[in-house]
Structures are given as structure tokens and as C-alpha cells.
């Protein structure tokens, strides 16, 4: 890549002339003050004349003031495309081969620096050039299916998705990693569960909250978790593998109908609501937290049921929330309807006459809790009950998203009310639990004394 079509003009173009310096160079640069070593890196579309970026050596970006700038030395040119094939690399009969679908997200981007953008782009092969540990533990197999950000991902992905598991399943794969983005993978690990049932192998999903060509990214930590995980665990479950809270010495395995987002931007964002995760996963080893388990079998049985229905709608319910809002899809015929309400699953009773001509109009109605842990229990207060005559079915403990993808499944298969209320609550994949333990709900408030001790303990 040239100068200018990397984004340089003006004072930081003329001075990389100066000194024979392109883009993606290595270089040592000195200024009035210190010295940097680092890749020239291409500037963004709407960047200024009067700095030069530099990648440093321990990952992070600088951009240094062409004024202050005494030399340029050139020390290399960086490739910028990854040059091993990894299909070319010799397989080792030893390991056990598993394979890694792609969809995109995060963990399978990098950064356009011309644009200061995300973008989908890795391959997944060029994954191995940044993360080559994950060649320690199998041979790996990979797919891109598509290349997505997870927001854009739908029932066409979702049902290519599951088809893609269960041809890896039968061609005799020992474990299965699929690289998500983050912002959606709980509805996707919670509907996978369900089109997948009874699998005799690990069905891993990863994704990662920084790119992997980023400073303390978690895509390497979060793909060599998972890839041990499909090629050691005896778990054959659709499960999360993300970097745990505490520290980057291991990784939380997360059952995929109990597992959610948690957080926009930190790295250890998912957790495990109303339960405890799995396992423990580090280099090392596999430590599993619980024993209730699908465990690994030598068959390739499973049972997949893949379907889905896209008139099913997720809504949060609010204060003074109109009766409209259950209007409009009624009027748009939606077949199913998942209502995360409020405390023990509750609606406004404006909403009342809304939810029964939706119940007569043979439109399914469930109650999830927005509190995410807890029960719906609806026959605690009159409300409850009242919201129950009108044809809702309370959902137990399900999470709002798992609870969303269950019935869109669910709704692919029958309409028939009976058949989609026992369906919606015969639990398949841990999506409804007996009871929480009574270490499921743990929610630190800082500022308290003795959690305050606490974390500084974890801090040293």
C-alpha cells in the first residue's frame, strides 16, 4: 500500500518521502524526546496532515507529531496478509480433528485503519497467524459460512448454521467451535440448542469483545479455551466459552439456553443467569463446576430439529406501556408473542383487553421476567393471575431471549396451543431449571466494606 492510498497527505506524506518510508513499513523513529519502534500504519480517511501512526511493538497505537520528528529509519516490511495456509500445515494422526465454522463478529475482524472501523475480514485461516497455540491441542478444519456482525445474523444464518453442525457432526468431527460475534450469541446458542438435541460431541461457541489484531484482545484467550474445549471435553453440549471475570487464567464454559451478554464493552461480558457455568477452562486443563452434563459419546446419533418461525416478537414491558404496541402485532400477524415483564411477570392493566383479543386471535403468549433471575410466579398477586385468564403462559425461569427462540422454533413445528405449551415447557437443553443454587444469583455491589476487601484481594 502506497502513501496516499494509506491516507497520508500533506506535511506526514512529504516527510515519509523524506525517508523512503511506506506504509506498513518497520521502523525506528525518533523525536526530541524519545524513540519508537514500530509498523507505519495507514491513517484514517478524515485524519489530519500532522501526525504519522505507528503500531507499536507491545500492540498499542501512537501517533507522533510530524514536527517533533528528527528521523525515520526503515527496519523491514511487514507482510500484510498472512502467507501460511494452514490446510497445508501437516496433520498429526494423534490429535483429534475439529473443525471451526465461521460467521463472522468480532473475533473474526480487524481493524480498518484507513476508516478507524471494525470490519469483518479475517478468514478464518489468517486466525491461526495470530493465535498459533490453538494448533497445539487438534487438527483444525475450518469454514467461513458467512461474514457477519451478529446484529445482521437471522433465521436464514441460524437454520444454515445448525445444517452446517449436523453434517460436521455426522462427517465424524471431534468437537465443533463456531466463531460468533458477541452482541447476539446467547439467542443463537440458545436456539442451536434446540435444533440440535442429544449431540455426541462439543458444540462451541466463541466470539470476542476486541479484534483480534488489538491490545489486550480477548479472541486468542477465547479461541484457545474453545478449541480445547471441543477437542478434550467430555461436554457435548451447545455451550459459551468466554474469558472468566477474575483474570485471564481461565475461561467460563456457559450452557447455551443460561448464558447472556452482560456487558457492552468488558471482556469477561458473558455469565451464566440462574445456574452456575459448566466448567473452568485453561491451557491446561478442563475442570468441570456441575455433573448434570450431555456427555461425549462414540456414536454420531443425535436428534436435530430444525425449524423456525419468524412471527414471533420479543417485547419489554414498561410503565404506561399501550395496548397498541400488542395492537400492531396482532394487525401484522404474529403468531407468537414473549413478554419480558415486570417483577414476578407482570403487565399495566391497560394492556389487559389487548392480550385477550391476541389469545382468541390463536396468537401464543409467554411470560418471561425481565429481573433475568427469579421465577415467574403468577399466582402470587391478583395481576398474575388476572394476566393468566387472559390465555398467558407463565415460562418459569426461562431467560427472555432463550424463551424468544424456543417458541420461534417451536412455532416452526406446530401452531396447535396445546402442543406449543407443552413444547415451550418440557425442558430439552437446561432452559428451565427445578431450582436456582444458592450461589446462581452473586451480584457484587462496589462501595460495600467487605466486598470492597474482597476485590483488592483480586486485584494484587
Not at 175 to 189: L, Q
Amino acid at each position: 500500500m502506497d502513501l496516499v492510498e494509506g491516507g497520508y497527505k500533506g506535511l506526514a506524506l512529504e516527510i515519509l518521502k523524506n525517508f523512503g518510508i511506506d506504509v506498513w513499513s518497520e521502523v525506528k523513529l525518533k523525536t526530541q524526546e524519545t524513540e519508537f519502534v514500530g509498523i507505519v500504519l495507514p491513517r484514517s480517511q478524515k485524519g489530519d496532515d500532522r501526525h504519522i501512526v505507528l503500531k507499536l511493538r507491545n500492540g498499542y497505537n501512537v501517533g507522533i507529531k510530524v514536527d517533533k520528528i528528527l528521523s525515520i529509519e526503515l527496519l523491514g516490511q511487514k507482510e500484510t496478509k498472512p502467507t501460511t495456509n494452514f490446510r497445508e500445515r501437516l496433520h498429526d494422526p494423534r490429535k483429534p480433528t475439529v473443525k471451526l465454522n465461521s460467521t463472522g463478529g468480532t473475533i473474526a475482524s480487524r481493524l480498518d485503519y484507513r476508516t478507524g472501523a471494525v470490519v469483518p475480514a479475517f478468514e478464518p485461516e489468517e486466525l491461526y497467524e495470530f493465535i498459533p497455540e490453538i494448533t497445539n491441542f487438534c487438527n483444525l478444519h475450518t469454514e467461513k459460512l458467512y461474514s457477519v456482525l451478529s446484529e445482521d445474523i437471522g433465521p436464514k444464518e441460524w437454520i444454515g448454521i445448525a445444517n452446517a453442525v449436523a453434517r460436521d457432526i455426522e462427517a465424524g468431527y471431534h468437537g465443533i467451535v463456531i466463531a460468533h460475534g458477541t452482541d447476539t450469541m446467547h439467542f443463537t446458542s440458545s436456539l442451536l440448542s434446540f435444533m440440535i438435541q442429544n449431540p455426541p460431541i462439543p458444540i462451541v461457541m466463541v466470539g470476542s469483545q476486541r479484534s483480534s489484531d488489538r491490545p489486550a484482545s480477548d479472541a486468542p484467550l477465547n479461541l484457545i479455551y474453545s478449541v480445547k474445549t471441543a477437542s478434550e471435553s467430555d461436554i457435548a453440549e451447545v455451550t459459551v466459552c468466554a474469558v472468566g471475570p477474575v483474570s485471564d487464567s481461565y475461561g467460563l464454559l456457559h450452557r447455551g439456553t443460561r448464558v447472556r451478554k452482560m456487558h457492552s464493552s468488558h471482556r469477561s461480558t458473558f455469565r451464566t443467569i440462574g445456574d452456575i457455568p459448566l466448567a473452568l477452562v485453561s491451557k491446561e486443563k478442563i475442570t468441570p463446576l456441575r455433573k448434570d452434563y450431555n456427555r461425549r459419546r462414540k456414536d454420531r446419533a443425535f436428534n436435530a430439529k430444525i425449524t423456525f418461525e419468524e412471527k414471533v416478537a420479543l417485547i419489554y414491558h414498561y410503565p404506561n406501556m399501550k395496548p397498541d404496541v400488542i395492537e400492531a402485532l396482532i394487525d401484522n400477524g404474529y403468531k407468537g408473542i414473549v413478554i419480558a415483564g415486570s417483577g414476578l411477570g407482570h403487565v399495566n392493566n391497560q394492556l389487559y383487553p389487548a392480550l385477550k383479543k391476541a389469545h382468541e386471535k390463536g396468537i401464543f403468549i409467554l411470560m418471561t421476567v425481565q429481573t433475568l433471575w427469579g421465577y415467574v410466579q403468577m399466582y402470587v398477586y391478583e395481576t398474575g393471575r388476572e394476566i393468566m385468564s387472559l390465555g398467558v403462559v407463565p415460562a418459569e425461569n426461562m431467560l427472555p431471549e432463550t424463551a424468544y427462540m424456543k417458541l420461534c422454533w417451536t412455532l416452526g413445528q406446530t401452531t396447535n396451543p396445546e402442543q406449543v405449551k407443552e413444547i415451550m415447557l418440557t425442558p430439552i437443553a437446561g432452559e428451565i431449571t427445578e431450582r436456582e443454587p444458592t450461589n446462581a444469583y452473586l451480584i457484587f455491589q462496589g462501595g460495600i466494606p467487605e466486598i470492597e476487601e474482597f476485590i483488592s484481594k483480586l486485584r494484587m
